[in-house]
């Protein structure tokens, strides 16, 4: 497969024989960059794949190691653990998205052996002087003996096939004849949590000088999904002989290597991972070509990490002396290149490249709306190209009225989409979610793009898409047509039930489920069904309807502060698109909208007494209440990140923030404020600090000229964020009280989070709030 957007870069001179000096000079930095070689192992990767893929941690559905990947590629690698001698002599993996879940492939899909021709002993990895590193873009591995030294190197060249190079130097004063073959297995089953195991139906066969994988129809909707489409190629740059033996084989060398005192010899292999017939055939077919280009590909990869380490490190817009700036440094390219491991490129339903939540975990192997709008808004700095395609993923989605199954969401972006469509679809996939939407952050990411890359033909394009989404809630989520919306559900077979009389009603229960959902904050205290306190109703669904009476959604009764600021800011981001795009009737029709909305958050969702902005509870009766009873959120601090708030009740908010019995804890923000009763430092949205919030939190902060407040606690989150700043994972969401890392490893939009505070806090002081409106 033609890597179409390397191809274009190089057409720019991006990245593409240029050197390091004049990529600098294009990207407006003046001093020395720092390149891949002085972020090394930041993240430790080093794994032993086995059939036993996750964590020992029944709590979690994640990988139990890290690994690598790049390109968009669905597969991935490790390096050797150190003291796992089986490890040795290649790149442990890969693992594989089979569709919608990870597995791991193989123990090792092509291991090098190099025996001495001359005494047939051969040489022992275990026996050599070797280090085994992840520079950025790059797994390294070096051996080295008394009178040889192997060095393998591994990248991806394409969105489908990562390249290893093996060079083969003989350090010593005579001739070194050696005979070399790669072995390989594939493990063909998974041992899940629940210790079933789920077999692949899986075969090794001879492929084009070396051997593949072929895939059989397997339909698990929690575990494994493959075809028979599916194959797995290791094409090898030499001619060799290959023997299959069940799980195993065996690629020998047809010819003695004669390698001369202070030479070396190299020997590269290709391995695609690919979904069709098509894609495999062509991925082999070039490899021929990659061989002869290796030294090209190699040099095109570091340009272009070089390139990505440079717009990470660097911020010439700063004066700030920053201290522990190399350690910051170092955690911002652990996020940047957790965002690249976790590229996936267009396969099955996906039509455009887009960034998975964590390719390490069972559960996210799809595009989440508001999860792409924040890696957009992070990738857009240093690849805004990436970050252009993961927001036109979820648009290729985005409901029209000519929809043959929910026309009347017309404007909606799905919550989720996968490799695989839904049944209403026509598809076969559980995952594919189209029950609720998520908060409306697409402008602010558009707007991240835009600001990066000034591509005026990507705004024009997105901006009537923009404003669908944007009417949509108004048209599907405001019950009552106040002006201010809820979150809620759609018209969906899931959310209806039979009643005792075999009739069909509204399964409230469900409806609650998907519009808790629709927030982001699946289980926050705040969507609790039961009220607190006798005045609280509950939490209560009602129809949303259109002009002529149809029901065309549904939304709970509280008319939510963080999801009516979203709205304010976009209509904010919208203003400024519209504005770019000289439509001026356009912005002034957003600026009117804007102040009226503004009035209502202002004076209708903020508690004088507490010093917070709450839900607001409105029922049919035309009763109201404000929320406070059930506790603060970080909802109550998005009117900040908005701009939204006056001045004096930023300042009410901002002593909440940062009061340590509430919002300012060891690694602050938690998602339920300290002081409530429900709170609880582990379980998701009840009380773990979500990177995201945290932003917002310090963002709003900036954005009312508390810098040095936000400066704190962002150092806070870099220094107290477990294994951050040492060669540990990223984390979902973090323990408020010690800093511990929860749930899912390796996680995308946290990653972002890191690399925009990290710009826009230890950096410049710029946040990424919407201006137009101040």
Not at 293 to 316: A, G, K, P, S
Not at 583 to 612: C, P, V, W
Request: aromatic share 12%.
């Amino acid at each position: 497969m033609i890597n179409a957007r390397l191809v274009k870069k190089c057409l720019l001179g991006v990245v593409c024989g240029l050197s390091v000096g004049i990529l600098l000079s294009e990207n407006r930095y003046s001093v020395k960059a720092d390149t891949v070689e002085d972020y090394k192992n930041v993240l430790d990767i080093s794994g032993n794949p086995t059939a036993n893929f996750y964590s020992k941690n029944k709590k979690v559905s994640t990988n139990k190691y890290s690994s690598f990947s790049d390109q968009g590629a669905w597969h991935a690698y490790y390096l050797p653990k150190e003291g796992v001698t089986s490890t040795y002599g290649g790149f442990p993996g890969p693992m594989i998205i089979a569709e919608e879940y990870p597995v791991n492939l193989s123990h090792q899909i092509s291991k090098l052996h190099i025996i001495n021709a001359k005494t047939n002993k051969e040489f022992n990895f275990a026996n050599a002087k070797r280090s085994f590193n992840y520079y950025p873009g790059r797994l390294n591995q070096v051996y080295k003996f008394k009178n040889l030294t192997v060095t393998l190197d591994l990248i991806f060249t394409d969105s489908r096939t990562a390249m290893v190079r093996t060079n083969i130097q003989n350090t010593g004063k005579t001739n070194l004849s050696l005979k070399a073959y790669w072995t390989g297995d594939i493990i063909n089953k998974l041992k899940t949590r629940e210790k079933k195991a789920v077999n692949f139906k899986q075969q090794l066969a001879k492929g084009t000088n070396g051997v593949k994988v072929k895939f059989s129809k397997v339909r698990n909707d929690n575990y494994y999904m493959t075809t028979a489409g599916n194959q797995f190629n290791v094409v090898y740059s030499a001619p060799v002989k290959t023997s299959i033996k069940g799980d195993k084989y065996k690629s020998s060398l047809n010819k003695t290597l004669t390698v001369k005192p202070g030479e070396s010899q190299t020997l590269e292999s290709t391995q695609s991972y690919t979904f069709t017939k098509k894609e495999a055939d062509a991925e082999v077919a070039k490899a021929n070509d990659d061989f002869a280009n290796v030294d090209t590909l190699f040099q095109q990869n570091e340009n272009r990490w070089n390139n990505y380490i440079t717009r990470t490190t660097e911020n010439d817009k700063s004066k700030k002396a920053v201290a522990n700036k190399a350690k910051y440094d170092r955690a911002a390219v652990k996020g940047m290149e957790t965002l690249v491991t976790n590229w996936i490129s267009p396969a099955g339903a996906l039509k455009h490249d887009g960034i998975v939540p964590s390719m390490s975990d069972q559960w996210f192997e799809g595009l989440w709306a508001w999860d792409s709008w924040k890696h957009a808004a992070a990738v857009a700095e240093f690849d805004p190209e990436l970050a252009e395609s993961s927001i036109k993923a979820l648009f290729d989605y985005q409901i029209t009225k000519k929809d043959k199954v929910r026309p009347q969401d017309a404007g909606m972006i799905p919550d989720a989409i996968f490799y695989n469509k839904n049944k209403e679809r026509g598809g076969d996939g559980i995952n594919w979610n189209e029950r609720n939407s998520k908060p409306p952050l697409a402008s602010w990411a558009v707007w991240q793009v835009y600001k990066s890359n000034q591509d005026k033909a990507f705004l024009k394009e997105m901006y009537p898409k923009l404003v669908a989404y944007h009417d949509w809630w108004y048209s599907n989520r405001d019950y009552n047509k106040d002006g201010l919306a809820e979150y809620g559900a759609t018209v969906d077979p899931l959310h209806y039930k039979k009643n005792k009389h075999n009739q069909k009603v509204v399964n409230k229960e469900e409806v609650i489920l998907a519009s808790a959902w629709e927030s982001g904050m699946d289980n926050a205290v705040r969507f609790d069904a039961t009220g607190v306190g006798k005045a609280d109703k509950g939490v209560k669904v009602y129809p949303d309807k259109d002009s002529k009476g149809k029901v065309v959604g549904y939304s709970v009764n509280q008319e939510s502060v963080d999801l009516n600021s979203y709205l304010y800011a976009d209509k904010g981001f919208l203003a400024a698109i519209a504005n770019e795009l000289g439509y001026t009737a356009d912005a002034e029709k957003y600026t009117a909208e804007a102040s009226q909305l503004q009035n209502k958050i202002q004076s209708k969702m903020f508690d004088k007494k507490t010093g917070f902005f709450y839900d607001l509870q409105s029922n049919k009766d035309g009763s109201t209440l404000l929320l406070s009873n059930r506790g603060k959120g970080p909802e109550g601090l998005i009117p900040l990140w908005a701009r939204v708030a006056t001045s004096a009740q930023a300042d009410q908010v901002k002593q909440v923030l940062m009061n340590k019995k509430m919002f300012n804890t060891y690694m602050p923000f938690p998602t339920t404020s300290r002081d409530n009763k429900k709170f609880t430092a582990t379980q998701y949205w009840r009380g773990p600090v979500w990177l995201d919030q945290a932003m917002f939190g310090i963002e709003g902060l900036q954005n009312y000229n508390y810098n040095t407040e936000a400066l704190k606690q962002t150092e806070k989150l870099f220094d107290h964020a477990e294994g951050l700043t040492g060669s540990g994972p990223i984390r979902e969401n973090y323990n408020p009280l010690n800093g511990d890392g929860l749930n899912s490893s390796n996680f995308s939009w946290s990653s972002g989070v890191f690399y925009m505070l990290h710009h826009n806090v230890l950096g410049d002081d710029q946040t990424s709030s919407q201006q137009y409106f101040k």
